[in-house]
């Protein structure tokens, strides 16, 4: 899977990008809910799942303080962010209401 500076580089698209840790629980009970909207939203927007142990920069860039922590981006930069596990219709309706749709 591409990094989130490699998917912020190559689209035009707005960007998901779920930051999580592996040792996180609430992370591990969020991805299936994140995989599922990933399927149905994929027209709308380019999603991405980063893993601190493999881009430790990240939290460091977007001062990421919890997992998990979903950061909503238009043109590289974040507009919005969920945190926390959050049920799918949360979600969803968060990710409107930050990109406006």
Known sequence: ????????????????????????????????????????????YVFVIVDVDAEPEVPKEYNVTGFPTIICMRDGKEIGREVGFKSKEALVQGFKNHFGK
């Not at 707005?14 to 999580?20: F, G, Q, R, S, T």
């Not at 996180?24 to 399927?39: A, D, G, H």
């Open 1 to 44: 899977m591409a990094n989130l500076k490699e998917v912020l580089n190559s689209t035009k698209k707005d960007v998901i990008a779920l930051v999580k840790a592996n040792w996180c629980s609430y992370c591990k009970k969020l991805l299936p809910t994140f995989e599922e909207i990933t399927v149905e939203l994929a027209s709308e």
